[in-house]
């Protein structure tokens, strides 16, 4: 009962106090991350250590992650959160130290992935783009470059492409 208390608290800590940090992805988090990025686009990619396809996709998101005024980028790794140390050495590698991170922190992860999408089964890599007016699209596998460039001309028409 403690742990998911103090699981609780910590996952409703302001995302300024998590800067460079992985949090622990829990029951609610799905809906707590949303409401941060709301009236903007979101790109969530969801990942995983022992997935050869996310780990080569990694370094792609970079250029996402350092165009300022686009679109937001969170990312949330399928491990658990124990696994943090090895989490942050492999976006720091990626160049991604800096980008908001999470790690699953419930072993019912079933129940997590139902909260980001009943559909989902499972399968990484797997990316949900969030428009600015709360529209989902999800993709599952690594995701192509240019329709996340079409994506992205549609919900940030303004911004620096990198």
Do not use: N, Y
Request: charged share 20%; proline share 6%.
């Amino acid at each position: 009962m403690r742990r998911a208390l103090a699981a609780v608290l910590l996952a409703l800590l302001p995302l300024s106090a998590w800067a460079g940090e992985t949090r622990p992805f829990i029951a609610g988090s799905w809906q707590a991350l949303r409401q941060a990025h709301v009236g903007r686009p979101l790109v969530v990619h969801l990942w995983s250590l022992t997935c050869a396809p996310c780990l080569a996709e990694l370094p792609r998101w970079q250029a996402l992650a350092g165009q300022g005024g686009g679109a937001d980028l969170v990312l949330v790794s399928t491990d658990p959160v124990e696994q943090a140390p090895r989490l942050t050495a492999t976006l720091a590698r990626a160049g991604l130290g800096g980008v908001e991170s999470w790690a699953f922190a419930d072993s019912f992860v079933e129940r997590l992935r139902f909260e980001i999408d009943r559909r989902w089964r499972g399968e990484l890599p797997r990316t949900v783009l969030i428009a600015a007016d709360g529209t989902v699209t999800s993709v599952s596998g690594m995701m192509e470059a240019d329709e996340l460039a079409a994506w992205l001309k549609r919900e940030t028409p303004h911004a620096a492409r990198p």
